[in-house]
């Protein structure tokens, strides 16, 4: 066994982040195994896939995500930013992400909010999961923890994880109160304590962005069931030897 190599926001060192494009290029890589991306509500509330909440790093557009309708968003260029040869790559819909990834990969979907920013955020992505039938190919995390408990409450049935950017303590309470499955952390803060708590705790554990080959062996050295998110899967791969 190895660990699970995912492409973050889709294989987002050759193609622009969060695109189909990019979800392509990593789904073409029989040893990724999964895609992680960002979802937030459009005006008109369908979920889509954007990791900012503002547009003007991504996109041509200009202004908050949340105040545009779907129609509007999927008219801005998603890609030129990245390269002339993804002009035109548009901001996906969560669903159009989930039939390109259906039966082919894990789906890490990453709930972006803030607050109050998108009351009907987890029950708009359950709906999408539910309708793809993919409630066993995905998995929700976010920094808003009240919303993996939200998630959690609507579908019991799909995995959620917190993510955490730092030292995590009591950990033990945090996931008792959400009923959380997964702890997504940043991967300096691993430690062999902290796996073992994991482990004893019955966790997933899930590691960000690691694209360097001795970090990601680093990683891999602490535990063959830590998957590793990344920015370069190819680099992944010759970390692991896969």
Known sequence: MTNDIYAHRGWS????????????KALEAPYVAGIELDVQLSKDGVPVVIHDFTLHRTTNGRGLVKEMTLAELQALDAGSWFGEAFRGERIPTLAEALALAKGRATVNIELKTAGHMYPGLAEAAVKAIREAGMEKEVYFTSFDHLAMLEAKSIAP?????LLVGGRPIAMKYQFEATGADVLSIAFPYLTPELVKETKELGLELFAWTIDEVDHIRTVAALGADIAICTNRPDRAREALGV
């Open 13 to 24: 060192a050759e193609a622009p982040e969060n695109t189909m494009a990019a979800f392509r």
């Open 157 to 161: 049935d799909i995995r959620t994880g």
